[in-house]
T-cell receptor, first 114, second 116 residues
Framework: AQSVAQPEDQVNVAEGNPLTVKCTYS??????LFWYVQYPNRGLQFLLK??????LVKGSYGFEAEFNKSQTSFHLKKPSALVSDSALYFC????????????FGTGTRLQVTL | DAGVIQSPRHEVTEMGQEVTLRCKPI?????LFWYRQTMMRGLELLIY????????DSGMPEDRFSAKMPNASFSTLKIQPSEPRDSAVYFC??????????????FGPGTRLTVT
């Protein structure tokens, strides 16, 4: 069965510094990977996805993610964090066999401080 | 586009009452998903539909929960009877799933359910 792991419950970073939110996955075959963000009292918003091709995927709000097949990772990154980036971030994987559903990680809370 | 619409946004009810949550997916989307989010259990997929047909309901907690999708633009999640442990935020999401195309899901704002 497919799964994703987000090893950090919380990541703290100062505004202006680079940020990384980690995600590793387990799936048979080539994965479809996604990142979502959830602001307080809101639904999840799609940030970016990896399907195939370039290992560096660019998404919304200046975020990007690097797919690493050998390390089965899909870490979310941003060169310069903003206080407004503070939110809950979810990594998700879709079964490449064709089933529509996504399996989400437990989420990582990102706290960006001045 | 208005996005995924959920109603009500907040629901407070007493144990034993029936609760119905509603969702209108994005027009043109052919897959619909119901999730539940709690602090203890995180985000759980309850059930999803493709082309109005339930595909996987293995996440539905028990028989008290039921979901329907009578047409492409409307779905309901019903809890009868409700219990305090059902208190959570319930999200609906929709997606366009053409054959071979993994498209992202778009989430509604959620319904915060409190059962007292």
């Amino acid at each position: 069965a497919q799964s994703v792991a987000q090893p950090e419950d919380q990541v703290n970073v100062a505004e202006g510094n680079p940020l990384t939110v980690k995600c590793t996955y387990s799936v048979s075959g080539n994965p479809y990977l996604f990142w979502y963000v959830q602001y307080p009292n809101r639904g999840l918003q799609f940030l970016l996805k990896y399907i195939t091709g370039d290992n560096l995927v660019k998404g919304s709000y200046g975020f990007e993610a690097e797919f690493n097949k050998s390390q089965t990772s899909f870490h979310l990154k941003k060169p310069s964090a903003l206080v407004s980036d503070s939110a809950l971030y979810f990594c998700a994987v879709r079964d490449p066999s064709g089933a529509s559903k996504l399996t989400f990680g437990t989420g990582t809370r990102l706290q960006v401080t001045l | 586009d208005a996005g995924v619409i959920q109603s009500p946004r907040h629901e407070v009810t007493e144990m034993g009452q029936e609760v119905t949550l509603r969702c209108k997916p994005i027009s043109g989307h052919n897959s619909l998903f119901w999730y539940r989010q709690t602090m203890m259990r995180g985000l759980e997929l309850l059930i999803y539909f493709n082309n109005n047909v339930p595909i996987d309901d293995s996440g539905m907690p028990e028989d008290r929960f039921s979901a329907k999708m009578p047409n492409a633009s409307f779905s309901t999640l019903k809890i009868q009877p409700s219990e305090p442990r059902d208190s959570a935020v319930y999200f609906c999401a929709s997606s366009l799933i053409p054959s071979g195309g993994p498209y992202e899901q778009y989430f509604g704002p959620g319904t915060r359910l409190t059962v007292t």
